[in-house]
Structure formats: C-alpha cells, structure tokens
C-alpha cells in the first residue's frame, strides 16, 4: 500500500481544487484541513470529501473565491456572510477575527452564515488554543 506525507496529500488536494478554479491560497486551506482530518484519524471530514465538494462547485452550491464579510460588527461581535465560499475558508478568516479580537476585550462571539461544510469543528477551537484562548465551535 502507498504511503503518502501530509504535504503530498497536501500538494496534490490543492493542485485538485486549483484545477476547479479555486484560488491557490483557498486550495491550499482547504486541502491542508482535510489532510489534517485524516492525521488526526477523523477520515471522514478528510479527502474523501474532495468529490463532493468538487461536484457542489460543479453545482454552483460552493463559490471558490467567495469573498467573506462582515455584515457587522462590534468590539467582541460580528456576524459574517461567507457569500458560499469554502466553509473551511470562511470559518478561517472569521476565527482568526475572533482571536483578533478576543486578544483586545477577553472574549469575542462571531456568527457565520452562508457557507459550506466546514470540516472537523475541532481545527478551529484548536486556532484559539493555539493562541492560548478556549475555543467554542
């Protein structure tokens, strides 16, 4: 049986989706977070997912470069619209805000709407850890 590095698996999802119009830095988030799905044992969230979401942008139902944006916003609030992006992209952008603004006031709440899976929820509260904060999802 072949055995592949995660940056292979990496390289080789992001080149997919990059094929499928998507950008390379969204490719890239998103075949990283699969990848890591699958490392960490939760094979389901992982790149067996890679002809869905291929066929949801086939479909019209992901938008590969989906801008995201704040509807609004406060000192620990927003509310984000992920246009159909990537969730895996969307839900990036919106915790790195999150953590942004928890470092200022202690805590930050964010909602996000109109996206896609977002993949194993555990990637994001692993971001806010990662800085020393607790992540909910």
Known sequence: MPVFTPEELIKASAGIFIAAGTSPENAHVVAELLAEANSTGHDSHGLIRIP??????EKGEIVTDAEV?????????????????????????????????????????????????????????????????????
């Open 69 to 137: 944006e704040i509807l609004r916003e406060n000192a620990i609030t927003a509310t984000v619209d992920g246009h159909w992006g990537f969730g895996y992209v969307v839900t990036e952008k919106a915790m790195e805000m999150a953590i942004e603004k928890a470092k200022t006031s202690s805590v930050a709440a964010f909602t996000v709407f109109r996206q896609s899976h977002i993949g194993r929820l555990g990637d994001y509260a692993l971001m806010a850890a990662n800085e020393g904060m607790i992540g909910l999802i």
């Open 52 to 57: 869905q979401y291929l066929s949801s942008v």
